[in-house]
Structure formats: C-alpha cells, structure tokens
C-alpha cells in the first residue's frame, strides 16, 4: 500500500491508554500506536489526534471510529458517565469535537460494541456474541450482520442478570449479580496478586495443582459458562468471542469455559445438542479487537 492511499482509523480509547490502529479495505492492520490518555474532555481530544496523527505514516487517515467506555449516543456522537476519562455531567460531543480537530468525519461507539464489530470480522459469522471481562460483564451482539444496541442501549447488559438471590450487593442497586462472579474485578478480589495480573497467577496457581485455586478457577469459569448460555440461549449465536482484560490468558480461559459449558450440559440432552463448548472463541493474543472494531464503524460513515 503507498502512503497516499486512503485508511481507516479505529481507536480504543481506555482509561489508561489510547489504541489506534489503521486498517486497509479488506479489515487488515496496517499500522498500530499507542498513547498514554490524557484526562477530560480536551485532554481525550488532544491524545486521539496524537494517535491519528501517527498512524498517518501508513496512508491518507479517512474516516475514525472510536469505541469509549460510558454511554454513548451514536448518531449524535456525544458520550456520557465514561467517568474513568475524566468525562463527567452532561453530555460531552466527543465526535463533533475530534472531527473539528482531525477534519474527518468521527463515528463514535460503546467500546464494547465496538469490540463486538471486530468480534463480528474475525469470527466470519452473521450471527456473533462479544463477551467483555474487564471490570465489568458485559455483552454485544451483531445479529443478521447488523449491531444490536437495543431501546435504551442496553442490549447485552446481561452482568446485571441476578444469579443468586442471597449475593452481595451490586452497584446497580441489585442482589447477586452475575458480574459479581464473572468479571476481571471479581476474579481479582477472589484471588488478589501483586506481583502478576490476578488472572494469570490464579490460573497458574490452578494449573500448579494447588486445591483453592482450582476451586476459584472453576467458580469463575462457572460464572462466565452462564453468561454465554445466557447469551446463547436468548439469541443463538454461532459464535460467542470472549474479550476484556482477562481474555489475555487465552487458550486456558477458553478450556476451561468450556470445560464448565460441559459440565453444565450433562444432565441436559437439549444443552448438549446446542454444542455451547464449540462456539466459544478467545480473542486471540494481540489482536486489537475494540480499535479493529471502531474502524469498521468508521468505515460505515
Ligand atoms: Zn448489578
């Protein structure tokens, strides 16, 4: 590809960092960069158009996409409560403010949608379910080829599913929600690590043959094996791609997924025939798969 040609741009912008990436017509990563992320509204602007900025080296930036945490309004491309980017109160116009700066036109997105777009291109499938362990549990959905957001937007928000009536309190004002159990933070507070992410050292632990971990583990695997029957069971996917920070351990999260798909359908000849361990994928190791995502969404405008 020569440097006039024209890319999209997709950027995951986290609380932490800004990932961008830029990909030709057939949805192939050109080019990557990173950005520590500045806080607040114009501090978010300023790191996204220090990430086009560089990507610009692989061909002419057309179009960005960008996936955010918070809520999001997409046809005005306003963003809401994405409180760990320093966005709080009303409204913040991020779209119209980053296509005032960069001079393209901006489609901004929920990053877990987004992160379900590029779920949607690698798994190849017009029917995908994204799964997202970070913090929180949440899911999306690309049905008939096409993003389900739901009414409110609230399409996939299935870690406020009550699972156990005698649970702990959630901060959605709830009693025993499923993130309670399967999300990175749940994991992180039943198996606390200093010295590496607590997923790899509980699964370290586990595989060690140590006794309690394996008990945590396979809790955790439980819990994450109820959000794709859930998912599974209300949309029939063909394929339910898990993300989010703890996907990074790979093929052992989805082993043991699966292990606890199995387990689940043992006594059921009917959860048996639907195949729940086959259709889960792990995003593979390194793919950017909220950036890839956004770009896509760029790409639609
Ligand atoms: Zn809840």
């Known amino acids: 590809m020569s440097a006039t040609e024209l890319i999209s741009v997709g950027l995951d912008i ?26 607040g509204p114009d501090g978010v602007v300023r790191s996204a158009a220090a990430v086009v900025a560089a990507l610009a080296s692989a061909g002419v930036p057309g179009p960005v996409g960008v996936g955010v945490p918070g809520l999001v309004d997409p046809d005005r491309g306003t963003v809401k409560y994405a ?13 119209e403010m980053l296509a005032d ?42 049905l008939g080829g096409v993003l ?12 406020h599913l009550p699972v ?8 959605c004002g709830q009693r025993g929600c499923l993130e309670l159990v399967a999300s990175g933070s749940a994991l992180a507070a039943a198996w606390p690590s200093a010295d590496q992410p607590p997923a790899q050292a509980l ?53 043991a997924v699966s292990a606890a798909l199995a387990r689940q359908a043992e006594s059921s000849p009917f959860l048996a025939s639907l195949d729940l361990p086959g259709r889960v994928q792990v995003v593979p190791t390194g793919v950017p798969i909220a950036a890839l995502g956004a770009a896509l969404l760029g790409r639609k405008s």
């Open 14 to 39: 986290g609380a932490t960092k800004v990932h961008g990436v830029a990909v030709d017509a057939d949805g192939a990563i050109l080019a990557e960069h990173r950005e520590p992320t500045q806080l």
């Open 148 to 159: 389900r957001r739901g009414f409110h937007g609230a399409a996939g928000e299935i870690g």
């Open 203 to 255: 699964f370290a632990a586990a595989a060690g043959g140590d006794e309690c971990a394996i008990q945590v583990r396979d809790r955790f695997a439980a819990g994450v094996a109820d959000a794709v029957r859930v998912i599974a069971l209300a949309v029939d996917p063909r394929a339910i791609v898990i993300g989010g920070g703890v996907a990074a351990l790979g093929e052992p999260l989805r082993l």
């Open 83 to 95: 409180v760990n980017l320093g966005l709080n109160g009303d409204w913040v116009p991020l779209g």
């Open 101 to 142: 700066r960069l001079g393209t036109s901006v489609m901004v997105e929920n990053d877990v949608n987004a992160a379900t777009l590029g779920a949607h291109l690698i798994a190849g499938a017009d029917d995908v379910a994204y799964v997202s362990l970070g913090t929180g549990l949440a899911a999306g959905m690309v």
């Open 164 to 171: 156990d009536p005698n649970g702990a309190q959630c901060s």
